[in-house]
């Protein structure tokens, strides 16, 4: 978690004071700081392209901000792209195709035939998916494709996000691993590399390195059997630190042992991953505005204009967002109270029994590490429009996504005729 600055009893972020950006577009909104979205996609690349030729393919699921992607195309991303609409997006952005990795899951064959025309690499899930994607792309066997292996090894902040122990829905069994890149070779397919993603936010090194070892062994096996891989891609699944005091995963270290790893056991010259939530969770901030403070007896509610249509990851996954008051910030605290939103729903909390200088009305309230999956998964749910988005660097704020209309949210929807009148 960041410590931020302290100007007069507010809290700046990105050299602004949040409750000037507060103000000045106001609450529920999004707030994402340029210079740090710059240096943790710095930090990551050069901590594994020291060592041996690295492509880092932002897993844009994360955050799909058209200005966030662009800062991060400026910056030389890649992309990694699991719907078709990720890579819409992307491109629109101004990414080559040849930058970007589409991974879907359980893909449609309009889905897929979109994202092949597109000409984007695609990394295989299942056999039958590559049995599909043969019929689908007309003999276009130059498409780059690779494959998603499950390792048999998962890790993850929560259970609903691991995805790579064995019996997952996500990758090539490992049993039929060697029989599906023979597959792809005898339907004419030359697949330029092999992919695990063993799940997301988890915070040791460990599970890395023992898929490593999974992705070591099938590479030399089918070295072995005439099929050179270009190479390995470690997928995503950084951890980063959410409470005060939590560390930081090393990953300075990771990149020695992982690449080291690579360089010493097998030919492969490149290793690709897939940060998402690294590259953007500490960029972000959530503001919103305490609206009502209610003590319940035996609990004490700060009511926020953020419900779990805002952010759904504390009601979703148990996940802990540290929370302040932006314009109290540094104050002693007085008691404990439970952060809540506007949606009919109790589960409704983004934060519970949280130490916070006596809340009023008008307050800030300021949700940390909001930039991963954050806006992405926010929803029109209890017909409350998506908010505000804003960039901030060196002291100046810029829009980047407005609200919705409430309106908007009409668009779409058709009454019958026969209904009217
Ligand atoms: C295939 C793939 N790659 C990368 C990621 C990014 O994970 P993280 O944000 O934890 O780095 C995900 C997340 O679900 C994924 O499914």
Not at 12 to 25: H, R, S, Y
Not at 66 to 77: A, C, H, N, P, Y
Request: hydrophobic share 35%; charged share 25%; glycine share 10%.
């Amino acid at each position: 978690m960041r410590d931020y600055e302290n100007r007069d009893g507010v809290m700046l972020f990105g050299g602004m004071k949040v409750t000037d950006i507060a103000d000045e577009f106001g609450t529920p909104v999004y707030v994402t700081d340029e210079k740090r979205l710059r240096e943790n996609y710095r930090n990551v690349h050069n901590a594994f392209s020291k060592h041996m030729e690295t492509k880092v393919h932002y897993a844009c699921k994360a955050n799909t901000n058209l200005t966030i992607l662009k800062i991060l195309e400026q910056e030389g991303s890649c992309i990694d792209a699991v719907s078709l609409g990720e890579v819409m997006t992307c491109l629109k952005a101004g990414f080559a195709p040849d930058r970007i990795i589409y991974t879907g899951n359980n893909v449609s064959n309009k889905e897929l035939s979109a994202v092949a025309g597109l000409g984007v690499m695609i990394n295989v899930d299942s056999v039958s998916e590559l049995e599909r994607l043969s019929k689908l792309s007309d003999g276009n066997k130059a498409l780059p494709i690779s494959f998603r292996i499950t390792p048999g090894v998962g890790s993850g902040h929560n259970a609903k996000v691991v995805t790579g122990s064995t019996g997952s829905k996500f990758g090539i069994p490992e049993k039929d691993v060697i029989k599906t890149y023979l597959r792809a070779k005898e339907l004419g397919f030359d697949p330029r590399g092999i992919h695990v993603h063993i799940g997301s936010g988890g915070r040791s090194s460990e599970p890395f390195m023992d898929a490593m070892e999974v992705l070591i062994r099938f590479t030399n096996e089918l070295k072995e059997k005439g099929i050179e891989l270009e190479f390995i891609d470690m997928g995503g699944g950084i951890g980063v630190p959410y409470r005060p005091n939590e560390p930081e995963m090393d990953v300075d270290e990771l990149a020695a042992d992982l690449t080291g790893m690579i360089l010493e056991e097998t030919d492969i010259k490149k290793i690709l991953l897939e940060p998402g939530r690294y590259i953007v969770c500490d960029t972000t901030v959530l503001l919103t505005r305490c609206v009502d403070v209610k003590d319940a007896g035996i609990k004490k509610y700060v009511g926020v204009d953020a419900g779990f249509n805002t952010l759904i990851r504390p009601a979703m996954y148990d996940s802990y967002h540290h929370i302040a008051l932006g314009n109290k910030f540094g104050k002693a605290c007085t008691a404990k109270y439970d952060v809540v939103g506007p949606i009919c729903e109790s589960g409704d909390c983004l934060a519970r029994d949280r130490v916070l200088p006596d809340p009023e009305e008008g307050d800030v309230v300021v949700i940390y590490d909001a930039g991963a999956y954050g806006f992405a998964m926010s929803s029109n749910y209890n017909s409350r429009p998506l908010c505000r988005e804003v960039l901030v660097n060196d002291g100046k704020a810029e829009l980047i996504r407005d609200s919705e209309k409430i309106e908007e949210q009409w668009i779409h929807q058709r009454i019958p005729e026969r209904l009217i009148g």
